[in-house]
């Protein structure tokens, strides 16, 4: 059971361009959190996001958490060739002092210049 | 600042023979988490430890594979008597102790080829 949806799967738009990709799930999490992956390296935090509707920024990455905090979306503006990569979307339950965080299959994102 | 160590980057393994996959996690660090990646499949968690205890294993398959994070040293993810379907990238991530948002610092990996 893939508890966390990804999509589009894969997507590629030209330099300039703006996107929003999409990460879903019926399960509630205690927080968000978004990686980036570029091939033979290991991911990369972007960003979490904890409260529900929370909006956050990072340079032309807006990251939003729903309502219920049970999906999220990452839009990119301008996108830029070193957006390229593959963007991992990852949910926290917390238990006491204890974390798991359950990854989806991630967005591989190219972007032509 | 080291980020979290992993080694060796590459490995390659005949059927039969054994894999040992070492981490050190973030200086500061006592929590440590193994996850499996194959090719268009997103990380898959196997296990989490804390220093001498294995707090969740219920990702790690029930023969073959085990891990241990001692009081000193790196943790170790060992997969005895490798098959080709172990052949993956093998992530080690670690969190500091009391992080009550669960994010993770992931090493570059470890890629295991089994021939």
């Known amino acids: 059971t893939q508890l966390l949806e990804q999509s589009p799967q894969f997507l590629s738009i030209q330099e300039g361009e703006n996107l929003t990709v999409y990460c879903n799930s019926s399960?509630?999490?205690?927080?968000l959190q978004w990686y980036r992956q570029e091939p033979g390296e290991g991911p990369v935090l972007l960003v979490t996001v904890v409260t529900g509707g929370e909006v956050k920024k990072l340079k032309r990455l807006t990251f939003q958490f729903g309502d219920a905090r049970k999906d999220s979306s990452l839009h990119i503006t301008a996108a830029q060739p070193g957006d390229t990569g593959l963007y991992l979307c990852?949910?926290?339950?917390?238990?006491?002092?204890?974390?798991?965080?359950?990854f989806g299959k991630g967005i591989t994102l190219s972007v032509r210049p | 600042n080291a980020g979290v160590m992993q080694n060796p980057r590459h490995l390659v393994r005949r059927r039969g023979q054994e894999a040992r996959l070492r981490c050190s996690p973030m200086k500061g660090h006592s929590h440590v988490y193994w996850y499996r990646q194959l090719p268009e499949e997103g990380l898959k968690f196997m296990v989490y430890?804390?220093?001498?205890?294995?707090?969740?294993e219920s990702g790690m398959p029930k023969e073959r594979f085990s891990a241990e994070f001692p009081k000193e040293g790196p943790s170790i993810l060992r997969i005895q008597q490798v098959v080709r379907g172990d052949s993956a990238a093998y992530f080690c991530?670690?969190?500091?102790?009391?992080?009550?948002?669960?994010?993770?610092?992931f090493g570059e990996g470890s890629r295991l080829t089994v021939l």
């Open positions: 990852a949910g926290a339950r917390i238990t006491g002092a204890n974390s798991k965080l359950t």
């Open positions: 399960s509630v999490f205690s927080s």
């Open positions: 991530a670690s969190s500091p102790p009391g992080r009550r948002t669960g994010e993770l610092f």
């Open positions: 430890l804390q220093k001498e205890n294995i707090i969740d």
